[in-house]
């Protein structure tokens, strides 16, 4: 169905329920043939609903973000309920039940809300129930469902199955999650002739715990058109909408990008019932930015990259359930004219066998350059990488998964001269932004931290990487695996040429055909799937967005 079509049926369809509602009101079946017409209508009273559905975020042990928005102001309210695998209502000692009420949604915050909720058992599985109250009452409800992470004990249920999982497995501190980047990016948006964005269906299929969004999760800069010629001739058709027709740059053209991604089925379906872990990169601002920047892209009345910042953060942190309280936006929070960095780098535990390591490398960005400086210069920031060290080495989790929006042995070029990542082509010791990562690295090594992987994506394609200081020119760190997923839903490129600092070794890489390849037949669009078995195995699999698995590797824990 085109996207005219559709959303002619849409408001035809709803004037034709207000319509019905009016003449009900009009002409009530208890009045009698010929009796005079009412003098006035009574007014429709509308329900609220939730247009983008509902989401949970940053779950642990015991606690979870629970996220909406409505359809105008509101309060919204939660009930959880404990479940077993069967989605039954747990009773007696198992039982658990209760009602939330959080914030008012506003204009202000585009009428989005969410809910902390603190206190949840560990290893449970909760049904979810969200909607919205005004002074009609309730609204629509929306359903979903998530799991806490396991705990030191998990509790055991009737037949003795793990609540926290699906399908009848024995109870365990066991746990699976996906993770990839790169949504609706390159002009490539919702196709609903081939089922929309089918690598978040693949995703959801495989019933992870939770899911990591490393990052690119809307393209401020790449308009979506309603059709796009590709390659081959054959015609790509987008679902279009008046925000994505151009480079966001108002706040409201970036709240746009945020609920055009939610208009696909096969996301909002996943995000009721897998709960997310969201990072930023650049394209939820624009392209390559970092702070201080000035364009000179001429589809941009508006040039500071500062003030498109400020905007495209406070889109972007209304429409994520993000936990850490010191970067939920609140209104006020930015300024028009100026980006005021708020701290979204943060640890998720995921109980004993895992801990989550979510980093910032857009917020604290340096100018790029070629890279090659004789001194420090910032991917993280003094601040973040002092807390990164801290949280790693004060971590018990036998894993310690550290995820980067941006990967460290790929060479990401900004232009012909200048580096996007931290990678500089310069294969000798290490320069520039290498330097602070050097350092933590080093610091890994000196407090004897075991078992951290990398999880990255922004690339365009998929890879497994071993770096060791065997192969290294800088030596003073521990060997470690990185992994590298995407896009879900974008156009694709690479593989990229490595740079040799830290000693990569390349042990599998796929890329589309060629650089832009639209994510038509899914073959060249890529996500990651990890499988943290009780016994600590850590299995890395990388996938398409048909669910093939490309690529896998277990890692055994160091003691």
């Known amino acids: 169905m085109t996207d005219l079509s559709r959303r002619t049926l849409v408001k035809t369809s709803l004037a034709g329920l207000a319509l019905t509602g009016l003449v009900a009101s009009a002409a009530p079946a208890s009045a009698a043939p010929g009796s005079p017409a009412p003098s006035a209508i009574p007014l429709v009273r509308k ?42 209502i747990l009773r007696g000692r198992n039982a658990f039940s209760r009602t939330l009420r959080g914030p008012l949604a506003t204009e202000a ?34 359903r979903g469902t998530f799991s806490t992470a396991p705990g030191l004990s998990t509790p055991q249920h009737d037949g003795g199955t793990d609540v926290a999982r699906g399908g009848g497995r024995p109870s365990s501190s ?37 899911f990591i969004h490393s990052g690119d999760t809307i393209y401020a800069d790449g308009p979506i058109a309603a059709t796009v010629t590709e390659k081959d001739g054959q015609v790509w058709r987008n679902i279009v909408t008046e925000e994505v027709s151009k480079v966001a740059e108002t706040l409201k053209e970036y709240r746009g990008r945020h609920r055009y991604n939610s208009l696909d089925a096969n996301m909002r379906a996943m995000f009721a019932e897998v709960p997310v872990m969201a990072q930023w990169d650049d394209h939820e601002t624009t392209n390559n930015w970092y702070p201080g920047e000035i364009l000179d892209d001429p589809r941009y009345t508006e040039r500071n990259v500062n003030v498109l910042a400020a905007r495209g953060r406070q889109a972007w942190q209304e429409n994520m359930p993000i936990a850490d309280a010191a970067a939920l936006w609140r209104p006020g929070t930015f300024d028009a004219g100026q980006y005021q960095p708020a701290r979204i780098y943060r640890k998720i535990s995921r109980g004993p066998q895992l801990d989550i390591f979510c980093l910032d490398m857009r917020t604290f960005k340096s100018p790029n350059t070629d890279g090659k400086e004789p001194y420090t210069t910032n991917i993280l920031g003094q601040e973040q990488v002092d807390w990164l060290i801290k949280e790693v080495r004060q971590s018990k989790a036998t894993w310690k998964v550290i995820a980067a929006d941006l990967p460290l042995g790929i060479i990401v070029p900004d232009g012909p001269v200048n580096q996007e990542s931290l990678a500089n082509r310069d294969h000798g010791a290490p320069l520039g932004r290498e330097l602070e990562i050097a350092g933590v690295l080093s610091a890994f090594k000196k407090h004897r931290v075991k078992n951290t992987v990398w999880l990255t994506a922004d690339v365009h394609y998929c890879a497994a990487h071993h770096y060791s200081p065997e192969r290294a020119s800088f030596t003073d760190f521990d060997p470690f695996h990185e992994f590298v997923a995407g896009p879900i839903n974008a156009g694709s490129f690479g593989p990229s040429e490595m740079d040799g600092t830290f000693g990569p070794e390349v042990l ?14 899914g073959e060249n669009q890529y996500f990651g799937h990890v499988e943290l078995a009780a016994d600590g195995l850590f299995t890395v ?6 669910g093939a698995v490309l690529y896998s590797k277990t890692l055994a824990p160091e003691r």
């Open 174 to 210: 066991s746990q699976s999650f996906v993770w990839t980047g790169d949504t609706a990016g390159q002009g490539w948006g919702i196709n609903e002739d081939l089922g929309g964005m089918r690598g978040y269906k693949a995703m959801h299929a495989t019933k992870p715990d939770f």
């Open 47 to 88: 329900r609220l609903t939730l247009p983008t559905g509902i989401a949970t975020g940053d779950v642990t042990t015991d606690s979870a973000v629970l996220w909406s928005r409505a359809s105008g102001p509101g309060r919204l309210t939660a009930l959880l309920r404990a479940v077993d695998d069967s989605g039954e």
């Open 508 to 521: 599998f890489a796929r890329a589309g055909r060629f650089a832009g390849e639209s994510p038509r037949n």
């Open 541 to 546: 699999s990388l996938r398409n967005a048909n």
């Open 109 to 142: 915050s585009d009428f989005t809300a969410k809910i902390h909720a603190k206190g949840l058992p560990a290893g449970t599985r909760f049904a979810l129930e969200l909607n919205f109250e005004d002074d009609n009452g309730a609204g629509e409800a929306v």
